[in-house]
């Protein structure tokens, strides 16, 4: 019978890293509201400088565009919330770091800067693997905190579910 107790090996940046490595999958991470916990959870994980090179936080509209490649036109017509921000991201980040996989995370953390159209706790993660790149929309709630740390959660929940198909 299990203790219940949490262990590092299962946490998932530990079962995402056992099979980057495993595998030779290269991975980066490209966040807005996240601010880099996706990419400080990742390197918790012992042995993740064997997958995971370097990633971007680009808060900015200007930083999306300059690093990542995000068009211009789909800041002005869809935001830097939006489904198509999150694809060019993640699809960004790993063009131009060479990698395998990509992570991007984008949305309104709060407690400021939501509308009735996009309120705050809205999130888009878009994980990029293999060519193909898939777009999560999420709404968390709570803080400015607890929806940080539950789009970190759900980014590396969606990237381990998408290794896990892969490698099947």
């Known amino acids: 019978m299990s203790s219940g107790r949490i262990t590092k090996e299962s946490q998932v940046e530990y079962k995402i890293a056992k ?10 991470t490209a966040e807005s509201c996240t601010g880099g916990l996706v990419a400080g959870t990742l390197v918790n994980a012992e042995g993740i400088s064997a997958s995971f090179k370097e990633g971007f936080i680009t808060y900015s509209n200007e930083a999306k565009i300059r690093y990542l490649g995000v068009s211009e036109k789909t800041l002005e017509k869809q935001g830097a919330v939006s489904r198509e921000c999150a694809l060019e991201m993640a699809e960004g980040a790993a063009r131009n770091t060479g990698a395998d996989a990509a992570v ?23 994980v990029y693997l293999n ?20 789009a970190v959660k759900e980014a590396l929940d969606l990237l381990y579910c998408q290794l896990l198909h892969c490698a099947q």
């Open 104 to 126: 991007a995370v984008t949305g309104i953390a709060g407690p400021d800067g939501g509308t009735e159209e996009k309120p705050v706790g809205l999130v888009y993660i878009a």
């Open 19 to 28: 099979i980057l490595i495993h595998y030779g999958i290269t991975v980066t």
């Open 131 to 150: 060519g193909k790149t898939i777009v999560k929309r999420c709404h968390f709630g709570g803080d400015r905190n607890s929806v940080r740390h539950a």
